[in-house]
């Protein structure tokens, strides 16, 4: 499978509890995206990299919230001392950088965190 | 800030029928892209409108971007069980990332 994969696909967490998630994009994309999507709402973007550097954080990341992609490959979301406002669908997305234009971004499978 | 609304946000269809969903952005789009989510998956990319009143045909879906940049439709013909799920608009937020519209979900009742 050549897709964006991410793990885990669920997450059940006690409130006050440290999380990570991890994704992995499609190869040869140099950019990775993460956002949050609630229940019958659209994905809200939360951060961008291109290559290893984060570009983008949106108001939507708290201090609480940390992303990482050291090598310029997969990449880490953490939640530190989460809240049940956290539970949602944490989904990570890639693509290649294009001349023009927007990028075609694929998203991977997401991961639902459950705050209880 | 900006806005993406879609109309409407429930739509159920006999199946046959045609179904129609529209995006508006408070706005202007340098270029929009349509996402389609089953229920329990993820976003999947349909198609990405560049041009001022530019139409695009995917089989029985229509996407078309207004002449203002501003709005954008999708048209299912004769719609089909596959068609099943949550139509999105997305246009580009900061160059890259996306801003998704609030949604069409779509039943086709066989």
């Known amino acids: 499978d050549t897709g964006v994969s991410q793990d885990p696909r669920h997450k059940i967490t006690k409130r006050g509890q440290n999380v990570t998630f991890r994704c992995d994009p499609i190869?040869?994309?140099?950019?990775l995206y993460w956002y949050r999507q609630t229940l019958g709402q659209g994905p809200e973007f939360l951060t961008y990299f291109q290559n290893e550097a984060q570009l983008e954080k949106s108001r939507l990341l708290s201090d609480r919230f940390s992303a990482e992609r050291p090598k310029g490959s997969f990449s880490t979301l953490e939640i530190q001392r989460t809240e049940q406002g956290d539970s949602a669908m944490y989904l990570c997305a890639s693509s290649r950088q294009l001349a023009v234009n927007t990028d075609t971004q694929y998203f991977g499978p997401g991961t639902r965190l459950t705050v209880l | 800030g900006q806005q993406v609304m879609q109309i409407p946000q429930y739509q159920h269809v006999q199946e046959g029928e045609d179904f129609t969903t529209y995006c508006n952005s408070s706005t202007t789009l340098s270029n929009i892209q349509w996402y389609k989510q089953r229920p329990g998956g993820h976003p999947v990319f349909l198609i990405q409108?560049?041009?001022?009143?530019e139409v695009k045909k995917q089989k029985r879906l229509t996407f078309q971007f207004g002449e203002a940049k501003k709005n954008s439709s999708l048209h299912i013909t004769a719609t089909q069980t596959t068609d099943v799920g949550t139509y999105f608009c997305?246009?580009?937020?900061?160059?890259?990332?996306?801003?998704f519209g609030t949604g069409t979900r779509l039943t086709v009742i066989p």
């Open positions: 409108l560049v041009k001022s009143g």
């Open positions: 997305a246009g580009p937020y900061r160059a890259n990332n996306l801003f």
């Open positions: 190869s040869e994309h140099n950019r």
